[in-house]
Structure formats: structure tokens, C-alpha cells
């Protein structure tokens, strides 16, 4: 059965901090691994996408990882700011029929001014 | 240019009531799918249209239904709500050009915050 785990549930650090997010997952013939922001209440924000071919994807301050041999994602986070505070989701897609996306529970992460 | 769309923002139903909702995609995008998301939760798929074909149907039952129109834009269906429906609605839409990987990156709507009392 494919699956994502997110740990941890919560996260709670100081303004200016970099922080790690982890995800996993069970079935290594992922196709690709997008993370997605969410704020209480509303839509996702795509972040970052990792095609099963790329180690690795950043976009400012945020950079995400991807070991398929491990199954594990992170996201990585620098110098976070209060604005950052959000739940963040990743979500496996194993391609196939269709492009149905597995998310995990999420982390949600609060930044401390 | 306007990202995925969906309406209405917030429903409130009663049990045994039947509740459509709407999605249109990205300009360009042909692919969309459905999410419930309960609160707490990740996403869980309901369904994925392509080119106005059902491509993939997630675990939910034949109270729900969907259909996408020939401009790409699509319907979720459910009838007969129970409380357990309650769920912010997502819709999300890609690309999904058919002879490469239906896997791109996808984009998701605001939802529908569906209440059933």
C-alpha cells in the first residue's frame, strides 16, 4: 500500500531559525514528490516539485530533497520567518492511469517572532 | 492569468440533501482532479477527469459523481449528505498531455467548505 508520513506533526521555532521537514514514503517507484503550503482554511499552494530524476529542487528560500532508495523527502527551510507559518504537505504521485496524488498529514509550523 | 477556480466558497447542507460543486481549471489544463479534505487530514482523491474521461476513482461511494465539460471545467456531485461529508472540497488541475506522463505538477483551487448539519 503506498503511503506518506509526515513527522512531525507540529513544529514550533523561533524567528530566523532553519528548519527541516520530513516525509516518507513507502513505495520507491514514485514518479514525483511535490510540497504544498497550506494556510487554515484554504487552498494549497504548490512549493516545489521533484521529478523521481532529480535529487534536489530550490526555489529561494526553500530547498527539497528527494532519496527514493530511502523513500524520504525534506524540505528545507532557511532562515524562517513569522510569514512561513502554515501546514506543509508533501504529496506522492506514482503516475500510472492517473496523477493521483498521496498526501501525507502535514506539519504545521509556527515561526516565532 | 487566474489560477484555478471553484465555487461556491462555503455550503451548508442538511442530511439527505444532494450538493454540486464546481471547478475550472487553468487555462490550457486538461486534467481535473477532486480531494477531500477532512479536518486534520491530508487530502484523500476522489477523482481524476482528462479530455472529459474519468482516468481514476478514488475510495468513496457512488453517492459521489463527477463529470468535466468540453471546456475543461468540472462538477463534483454528492448525494444524499451524510455529516461525515463535511470536508473542505479541493480541486486541482495539470496538464496532463496525454502522451507524456500524466504526473506534472498539479494546482489547486481555494475549495468549497462543505457543511452538512
Known amino acids: 500500500k503506498q503511503e506518506v508520513t509526515q513527522i512531525p506533526a507540529a513544529l514550533s521555532v523561533p524567528e530566523g531559525e532553519n528548519l527541516v521537514l520530513n516525509c516518507s514514503f513507502t513505495?520507491?517507484?514514485?514518479?514525483?514528490l511535490q510540497w504544498f503550503r497550506q494556510d487554515p482554511g484554504k487552498g494549497l499552494t504548490s512549493l516545489l516539485l521533484i521529478q523521481s530524476s532529480q535529487r534536489e529542487q530550490t526555489s529561494g528560500r526553500l530547498n527539497a530533497s528527494l532519496d527514493k532508495s530511502s523513500g524520504r523527502s525534506t524540505l528545507y527551510i532557511a532562515a524562517s520567518q513569522p510569514g512561513d507559518s502554515a501546514t506543509y504537505l508533501c504529496?506522492?504521485?506514482?503516475?500510472?492511469?492517473?496523477?493521483?496524488?498521496?498526501f501525507g498529514t502535514g506539519t504545521l509550523l509556527a515561526v516565532q517572532p | 492569468d487566474a489560477g484555478v477556480t471553484q465555487s461556491p466558497t462555503h455550503l451548508i447542507k442538511t442530511r439527505g440533501q444532494h450538493v454540486t460543486l464546481r471547478c475550472s481549471p487553468i487555462?490550457?489544463?486538461?486534467?481535473v482532479s477532486w480531494y477531500q479534505q477532512v479536518l486534520g487530514q491530508g487530502p484523500q482523491f476522489i477523482f481524476q477527469?482528462?479530455?472529459?474521461?474519468?482516468?481514476g476513482r478514488g475510495n468513496f461511494p457512488d453517492r459521489f459523481s463527477a463529470r468535466q465539460f468540453p471546456n475543461y471545467s468540472s462538477e463534483l456531485n454528492v448525494n444524499a449528505l451524510l455529516l461525515g461529508d463535511s470536508a473542505l472540497y479541493l480541486c486541482?488541475?495539470?496538464?496532463?498531455?496525454?502522451?507524456?506522463?500524466?504526473?506534472?505538477?498539479?494546482?489547486f483551487g481555494p475549495g468549497t467548505r462543505l457543511t452538512v448539519l
Open positions: 477527469y482528462y479530455e472529459k474521461e474519468e482516468r
Open positions: 504529496a506522492g504521485n506514482y503516475g500510472g492511469a492517473t496523477n493521483k496524488l498521496i
Open positions: 513505495d520507491s517507484a514514485i514518479y514525483n
Open positions: 486541482a488541475s495539470s496538464s496532463g498531455l496525454r502522451n507524456r506522463v500524466l504526473g506534472g505538477e498539479q494546482f
Open positions: 487555462s490550457g489544463h486538461k486534467s
